[in-house]
């Protein structure tokens, strides 16, 4: 039996799965101040919603999903992303009908796609994203961007490009389109497989193409600013101009197209300064896309980030990293005192304390070792002399001061030692800052 995990997949444990909660929940807390709501979609969908959505000439679609019948012979597919779910569940839901427009979502979970594996790109990964719908002012744009700059912000995550493009208006497309056309049936001939097929069914999507040999051919060909039609320009001005105002630093990036055949307006990426991770966030505007998986037509704008892209950036920038330990360790050093450790974890827990323990006795040196190896931050240790004077020892494992403790006052006295660790390490903190 193979016990190592799929390919482009992998297990996360412990501190690292702390770490991501903990990407999760910044994302969350600030996509809620921007008055974003949950929304949880299932991981399968019917796969005609990607054709319709990420787009036939995309490479998610044509390579990377993973489809497969099920037993009552429907195709279905794990969910290469989450934006096309989500229109999904406004149309199949009417969550349009009921509420005050703009509808405005955040999702936090698992996407699949067979992909390369390397480093930041799994088979097997995790978006956190917005998604804003029914509203087309050029701000609502803006509100997304700003929101992205500060996650990664929130997160300290600075040294951050932002790349902002507009593919346009439909007028502007169009005419971007017949150019692409006239220029790459000059050389499509010799460019690959892949291009020749782009060629035919979205010329737009030959940009994506990473084969070395036909980047000369990219290189040359027309750039869409050039194409823009007057109320795209206007549109992508106001865009820079608030995103100016809100401090925002940007470049323009006339060769961002996105892989995804949904966007249409403009589109953006984060990126780190100094590391060629990929995007680590990414997102754009999309005028149709509820429309064409059978909603109304307001149009929406998202972003996404990748999980494993932040941990990666966080864990590079972040000596420093969270970490969590028990508040106590119970050490018990015989046989009557494992007993009565329990209880006392139990009643610990019960009022909120986070309490470990050794299931058997053992010698203090070990016991003082695990207690430092799991970051606890006191050790409570009960011994013989304990139990008879109806005591415990709690030893501060920073400062290394002990303290005997009345069993029938613990909870107080613990509580307020707690507190004192508490702000002792809230002031070496802010001393570091
Ligand atoms: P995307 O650019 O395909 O856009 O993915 C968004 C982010 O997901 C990327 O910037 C990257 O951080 C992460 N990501 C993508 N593929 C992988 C992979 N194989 N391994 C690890 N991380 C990956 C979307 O998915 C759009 N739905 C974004 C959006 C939301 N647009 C509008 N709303």
């Known amino acids: 039996m193979e016990i190592n995990p799929v390919k482009g997949t992998h297990d996360i444990i412990g501190d690292e799965a702390e770490m991501y909660s903990f990407y999760e929940y910044d994302c969350r807390l600030m996509a809620e101040l921007f008055g974003y709501k949950e929304i949880r979609t299932p991981i399968i969908e019917h796969t005609p919603l990607f054709l319709r959505s990420v787009g036939e000439s995309s490479d998610i679609v044509t390579k990377e999903m993973y489809t497969f019948d099920d037993k009552g012979g429907r ?73 992205g700059k500060r996650i990664l912000e929130s997160l300290g995550i600075d040294k951050v490009k ?37 060629f035919e069914i979205n010329p737009l999507r030959i ?85 064409e998986v059978g909603g109304p037509d307001l149009e929406g704008v998202g972003l996404s980030f990748g999980l494993e892209r932040l941990h990666y950036v966080f864990t590079k920038y972040h000596e420093e990293r ?27 827990r019960s009022n909120g304390f986070a309490a470990e323990m050794n299931y058997e006795p053992k010698s203090f040196k070990s016991s003082f070792k695990i207690a430092e190896r799991k970051r606890s931050k006191f050790a409570i240790i009960i011994g013989e002399d304990e139990i008879a004077k109806k005591q415990i020892t709690v030893k501060n494992l920073k400062t290394q001061e002990q303290s005997s403790v009345n069993t029938d006052d613990m909870l107080m006295v613990l509580r307020s030692m707690l507190e004192e660790y508490i702000q002792a390490q809230n002031v070496e903190e802010a001393e570091v800052k």
């Not at 150019?179 to 790459?184: G, I, N, Q, S, T």
């Not at 508040?327 to 005192?337: K, V």
Request: aromatic share 10%; hydrophobic share 35%.
């Open 207 to 291: 940009l994506d193409c990473k084969v070395p040999e036909d980047q000369e051919f990219i290189a040359g060909a027309p750039k869409m600013k050039d194409y823009l039609s007057d109320a795209a320009k206007l549109y992508m001005d106001n865009v820079e101009e608030a995103l100016r105002k809100a401090g925002i630093d940007f470049e323009v990036d006339d060769n961002l197209v996105r892989g995804l055949d949904y966007y249409t307006g403009v589109v953006f990426e984060y990126h780190m300064e100094d590391d060629d991770i990929g995007a680590i966030g990414a997102g754009g505007h999309y005028k149709n896309l509820l429309k």
């Open 162 to 198: 932002v790349l902002i493009n507009s593919l346009g208006d439909e007028e502007s497309r169009e005419a971007y389109r017949k150019a692409l056309k006239e220029y790459f049936a000059k050389h499509i001939d010799k460019m690959c497989g892949d291009c020749k097929r782009r």
């Open 75 to 147: 195709s279905l597919t794990l969910r290469p992303e989450l934006t096309a779910g989500v229109m999904r569940s406004i149309v199949s839901n009417k969550l349009h009908a009921n509420a005050d427009l703009p509808l405005k979502y955040f999702y936090c979970g698992p996407c699949f796609r067979y992909e390369r594996p390397q480093a930041g790109r799994y088979r097997q990964f995790h978006q956190f994203g917005v998604e804003t719908v029914g509203v087309s002012s050029y701000l609502s744009d803006v509100e997304v961007i700003i929101l």
């Open 322 to 348: 969270p970490q969590s330990g028990p508040d106590f360790y119970l050490m018990p050093m015989n046989d009557e005192a494992v007993d009565l450790a329990f209880s006392l974890a139990d009643i610990l």
